[in-house]
């Protein structure tokens, strides 16, 4: 595994610019929105959150059609807007099975090989760029790979770990129905958190760096600050949305009493 994010690196040094930096900025920017603000707006979030699952779902669904896979992320936007707490629920659910799944299939991924010492910290810059769609194709023969070696985690994982993934769904599900202000504020502070990351490893590869293989080889530490972003994130958003919320019922009350007041005031001049 390691040896294919690696060379998956050495490659995205020479990327065409358009494939990391504009998808980098703006997939940081979106993560900030939705790990600090996304329960504020969470309509919008629901919409953004169809959007991007439903077109990674159909991505791989469809043998990695990219047209295929737009068109399923309209659906599934539709959806997720006409049922927004059962789909915020379920993303939640889906996003905690995930997080189980990572770290649970990470013991079974063949982790054999060590961090190449000849490369600590950047890679050589190459001569030639390839082109936005060379750039594209070995994205997509990345993931093919990653994909590859995920089944093969899959097929020496034992049975226990598959009936722990969909409690561990079954629970926050659970808590989805029940708690739905923090449910929601976690799958916004989580999402958020993974969106930073994932544009960050995309700028980060632009400048040469090794995002990749650092995460890698320290998991224990990126875990922590990841699980750190993820509880700030919720916290902020359970305090500070609610302090909005509460202001604009507040003003909602002033000129609903402003407008009572006037009506009186017309009535008795009449």
Known sequence: ???????????ANRFSPIVLIGPGLATVLVGFFVWLGGLGFRR????????????IGGFFIAGRKIMVAIIIAGVSTVIAIIFERLFITILTAVLAAAFGFAVL?????????????????????????LSVHESIEELK????????????ACSRMPVYVWVILPVLAVVFIVVGFFLRRLASALCCAALGTMLIFGGMILLLLYKG??????????????????????VFGTIEQLLLCKRVKRDSIRRNRANKGKEGSQEIRDWRTI
């Not at 294919?4 to 050495?10: A, R, V």
């Not at 629901?46 to 699952?53: F, R, T």
């Not at 760096?209 to 993820?230: D, L, N």
């Open 1 to 11: 595994m390691l040896e294919i994010l690696q060379d998956f690196e050495q490659t």
């Open 44 to 55: 919008l979030l629901v919409a953004v959150a169809g959007a991007v699952s439903g077109g």
């Open 105 to 129: 299939a990470g013991l079974y991924i063949d982790s054999s090989q060590e961090v190449n010492p000849a490369n600590p910290g950047r890679i050589p810059i190459q001569s030639s760029t």
């Open 141 to 152: 023969a990345f993931v093919a790979d990653v994909s590859e070696n995920i089944k093969q």
């Open 209 to 230: 760096g090794v995002p990749i293989s650092s995460i890698y080889s320290r998991p224990p530490f990126y875990g922590a600050i990841f699980t750190i972003m993820i």
